[in-house]
């Protein structure tokens, strides 16, 4: 049994850390902040990949939801929980240190989708509205600002990016009837740089999508995930989540902007670029809650990919905004419909389509890789008053009991949209999926089925029962000569429940003795002091 470590212990297991010189870093939530989470690595491939084994996994000690998008920088893998931040050693699983932030308010749903660095800074949101910075080398916190108020239905589940000097982050709390906005924030304080409405108040631009306008006031509108980034044109990608309430457009009529819809600002002022809706005056919860990809198509065009609850995965030209596809890529049914009285069977239901984790792209193949949800719903017309703090869905949903939850890995030619081929998964799929350079694309699903795919004909080339459901990153990585998988496994919430699972990070490569018996560590108390108001 491998004893936690303390805090004096951290700096020995710190530099033996950072002795991993070679690691290639995974330095934000998709990778790189295009999103395109593509990997350069060829050492896993076909040939081996049956080889494939756990190494070491380490349990985080916060049971709960568990869909952080690990990062890697200088040797050390950083994951979030609800309420932990856990600094591991990339090829040891080592605790180097844990910080537990102890809540002061409301706490509504808590999620973690993970953290963004920034020299030498980590940033991460609480899901009692607290935007941290903490040193990477220790822990400890550098700054903490209050930036969500949970009494009214704010919370931070987004994994935050960070450049230019600056966080990015926006509350979640579309359901609770907030009103949702993007933020950007000094990284070496954390003040407020500056702010957009994405439900517009008072005389700005789109409040007359709302009538009556009053019903901006508990809009929705909010953020789920993360974002993109184009650090060449300076362009934010935020994809914005379902209006308020949920299931009754008709008490909201008009098309609700900017819910629902991928909102391009200016990463440096937050100034409105330019906009797509995909679903206006929604009445099915079809959040745009995936981070965009950027990509550039076989004529040298830039492209922006997404992918909805809705069902569906798109690609516009960046530079005329024409929408160049729109593909299916679960069940649809009745989408263009409305709630009605009796209830009306709709596909993908609210737990549908593609969740936090958007498409990948692979310009080995141009091809764009999306994970969905395949589950229906009954969704009810009606009314529901709005009270402040709790939710504010309008009327019901009633999940399809009947029909199994299942899902799909589906590859889409990235010019074109059309369907190359496509992955009938068990479970649904809402991890993170990642294509590398030998041509193999690694994805998992609830079920806690880890996949490993031929890129070109989705030929199954592993399938691995993890010990629990797989709702979060997984990424690869080089450190000490040899490539890496690492999968955030144990997700628990209320839509993709695994009772008997942990929050755990694993750790596998090839090279392995078949016998080989992998070390499982317990992260273990607190090695730096806790966070509080």
């Not at 690609?315 to 069940?331: G, N, Q, Y």
Request: charged letters at 15%; proline letters at 7%.
């Amino acid at each position: 049994m491998t004893r936690p470590l303390s805090l004096f212990a951290a700096p020995a297991l710190l530099l033996a850390a950072l002795a991993t010189a070679h690691a290639s870093d995974w330095p934000s939530y998709n990778n790189t902040v295009d999103g395109a989470r593509y990997v350069p690595l060829t050492q896993i491939n076909p040939g081996n990949i049956r080889d494939l084994r756990e190494s070491c996994s380490v349990a985080l000690g916060d049971d709960g939801p568990f869909q952080t998008g690990p990062l890697l920088i200088n040797g050390i893998l950083y994951v979030t929980t609800g309420h932990t931040t856990v600094a591991i050693g990339a090829t040891n699983c080592h605790v180097i240190w844990r910080q537990v932030h102890a809540a002061t308010g409301k706490e509504l749903l808590p999620v973690s989708r993970g953290l963004a660095y920034l020299d030498g800074l980590l940033f991460r949101g609480t899901t009692d509205g607290h935007l941290i910075a903490m040193d990477a080398k220790t822990g400890q916190v550098r700054w903490r600002q209050l930036i969500a108020d949970t009494s009214i239905g704010e919370f931070l589940s987004a994994a935050p990016i960070a450049a230019n000097g600056l966080v990015y982050i926006g509350p979640a709390g579309s359901d609770w009837g907030v009103r949702g906005r993007m933020t950007a924030f000094d990284a070496k304080d954390g003040h407020e740089v500056w702010r957009f409405n994405l439900v517009p108040q008072g005389q700005e631009p789109g409040i007359e999508t709302w009538k009556p306008a009053t019903t901006a006031a508990q809009g929705g509108g909010a953020t789920w995930t993360s974002y993109t980034l184009d650090p060449q044109t300076q362009e934010l990608f935020v994809p914005v989540g379902n209006a308020a309430p949920d299931y009754n457009p008709d008490a909201r009529l008009g098309d609700n902007l900017y819910t629902d819809s991928l909102v391009v600002l200016d990463a440096r002022t937050g100034q409105l670029k330019w906009y797509y809706q995909l679903n206006a005056n929604d009445g099915f919860d079809y959040d745009m809650s995936a981070p965009a990809v950027l990509y550039t198509d076989r004529q040298g065009h830039r492209r922006v990919g997404f992918a909805s609850k809705n069902g569906h995965a798109y690609s516009m030209d960046r530079e005329t905004h024409a929408l160049l596809f729109k593909t299916p890529v679960t069940t649809i049914l009745n989408a263009h419909a409305r709630p009605t009285p009796d209830g009306i069977r709709v596909c993908p239901g609210t737990m549908g389509g593609t969740e936090w984790n958007g498409p990948a792209f692979s310009p080995r193949v141009q091809t764009l890789f999306v994970g969905s949800v395949d589950y229906c719903a009954t969704f009810y017309s009606g009314e529901t008053p709005y009270e402040t703090g709790k939710p504010y869905n309008g009327t019901k949903v009633q999940m399809a009991s009947g029909d199994p939850k299942t899902g799909w890995v589906t590859a889409l030619q990235a010019d074109t949209g059309a369907v190359l081929w496509q992955y009938a998964t068990e479970n649904p799929v809402v991890a993170a999926i990642t294509p590398t350079a030998s041509g193999l694309v690694f994805a998992g699903d609830t079920g806690g089925h880890f996949l490993v795919f031929d890129d070109q004909s989705g030929k199954v080339l592993l399938k691995k029962q993890m010990a629990g459901s797989l709702a979060g990153g997984i990424i690869t990585y080089a450190a000490d000569n040899k490539q890496w998988v690492a999968l955030a496994v144990g997700n628990r919430s209320i839509a993709f429940q695994d009772p008997q699972a942990t929050p755990t990070l694993v750790l596998m490569r090839t090279g392995l003795p078949a016998d080989h018996s992998a070390p499982q560590i317990k992260a273990g108390p607190p090695t730096v002091e806790k966070t509080a108001q």
